[in-house]
């Protein structure tokens, strides 16, 4: 009967003594976790819902709301300048990404192979440092079709006239594209440096001793082995090409003639030029939608090319 | 057998030896090769530095007329004081710092704590709140900037470098991933003996933990900093007074209003970029290393 009386009196005691751990932890965890926590809540959780809301109505920042339903959707999407935007974004895209990994890749093998990478690493990473702004206050004085520096190049060294660059409609994706290229080459150059060095070196010397020339040597070693660090930078490429925003505003402004309006160009025009919050929503999430369905097709390619067997 | 490996270890060294010279010959020729080709792309991608710079020496003339030239004929220092007065860059300079480095500070306790709760602290709810901060990541920055905007015009933090400053201080999804995996890899011993000494988790996380997340911390606090320093979007929507403007806002101005003058455009720019390509080169090596350690893209 005692024994029994002490018994439940410890497990009593022990209860007791699990509840305030569970009680304390709770307090540590909420305390550590608060200034996150009201940042999440306030910048992101907050806002999501603010511009589902927003995507609904039409509003300009100052009179009535009125409730819309999907019409900003569908003004959007049947939006001509929408559709310049897209169509533009695109084509960058297309150059960008593929030009910027395939340099970077290159470069990247490259230095893996040589001596004295440090300084080399020092000066290709530098434009990834500078202000977007700066680069391309830069460039536009580079790319000038009367005097800049390349098209002067190109007509006193190979007498060939350059184009127009950035004030020919035809050239102005093409040229916004080389200097994102050259801006953000350093970066992806270092992040396939990185998964080249984690490339165990017996798999090399084993395909080296079983005859591997060179070329065989990256198609069925090297290049297997670097899919998942290829992936990586695919997947965030373009995301971020999507995103393109600082480089046309700098150097064209979306010009000429919208010829490099972007899809970020135009959220920032219709949300704070022109104040119609909906339909900038509208296009913001469509934005969001399109990525997301990039990057899924990517995750739902990923098996047939990504080896993630090391 | 290890005697046996090592007797034979030599003459298949010695039979191979004739090929590894061939082999080191082409080898060299390679290297030699890829370091031309290296040093045409550092050319490339150093040239436009060297040429901001080369110009922003050059009279106003010969810079239109003679741009491929590397001698400024004559040298003309007068583009400085001339670009530093024609805009507030002093104040341009000081703001940007100082955001920049409260950003950082802030920014680098508040993700070490809840980096620490997501990794230390059982708390109800605690892998709901994980996977959140974990999916705000994939949600690009453009579909929460509108409503943002808007809460800081309630706040009445428009036009404030508040609404740069708190924003980035409390949120960064991302960091508190970084902290919460470095500190779970921390042995847990370290805290046990603090506890048995009756340290509570406040004292656990200044005297144990923090010291212990220099290297996380000095990656993202310098991929904080250059964030900060060179962003455009967000001050360019929240700000709108002159004297309040960060480096970015204010060259993008100087572009505007000065189309025409190259040199002293770029004196403006170098103005704006050395700083941060002085720490750069300074701090190369932790830069680099947090890129390939993260994955982050600046």
Redesign the interface.
Known sequence: MRLQLDVSAMKASVHRNRWRR?LS??F??????L??????V???????V??LW?SLVHWD?LGEVQFVGLQNFIDQLSDPNLRIAFVNTTIYTLITVPGGILLALL?AL??N??R?KTI????????????????G??????LNSD???IN??LR?WFNIEGPAWLIDAHWVIPSISIVSI?S????NM??F??GLQNIPSTYIEAARIDGANRFQLFWKVTLPLLSPTLF?ITV?SI??SF?V??QT??MTQGGPDKASYTI?YH??NL??RQFT?GP??AS??I??AV??VL?LIQFAFQKRWVNYDL | MLQEAVKTSKPVFQARRPRQKQRSIAGSM??AL??V??II??I???G??I??AV?SLKEDSQA??D??SLLPNPIVWQNYPASLQAMPFGQAYWNSFYIAIVVVACEL???A??G???AR????G?NI?FV??LA?M???F??????????M?RLGWLDNHLALIV?A?????FG?FLMRQFILGIPKELEEAAIIDGAN??QI?WHVILPLLKPPMAALGIFTF?GQ??S??VP??MLSSPDLYT???L??Q??EQYTSQ?AL??A??MI??LP??LV??LG?RQ??QG???T?L??
């Open positions: 569970t932890e709770a540590w965890g909420g305390f550590f976790l200034p996150q926590l009201i940042g999440l306030t910048f992101s959780l907050i806002p999501l603010i511009v927003l920042g470069v490259g230095l192979k040589v004295g080399y690493r020092i000066i290709y990473f530098m434009p990834v440092v500078t202000s977007s702004v700066a680069t206050v830069i460039w536009l004085w580079l005097a800049g520096f002067v190049l006193s050259w953000s080459l350093g970066s270092v992040i440096l990185a990586f965030l995301i971020s995103q925003f600082d505003f700098v970020v959220i920032y949300s704070f919050f900038a929503s913001a999430m934005l969001f990525l997301l990057t | 390679l290297a890829i370091h080709l290296l792309g550092a490339i991608m150093a436009p530095f040429w901001m110009t239109f007329q741009p491929l306790i508040t993700t704590m809840a620490y709760a997501f602290i059982r708390f109800p605690r709140v959140l901060f705000t994939m949600i690009p453009q579909l929460t900037i509108i409503p943002r905007f808007l809460i015009q924003p201080a409390l949120f960064d999804a508190v988790r406040w996380f250059l320093w060179n455009f979007f360019l929507i480096v970015p806002l060259l993008n100087f572009r190259w455009m770029m403006g720019s704006a970029v941060v390509l750069y080169v190369q830069i680099i890129i390939a350690l994955g893209k600046s």
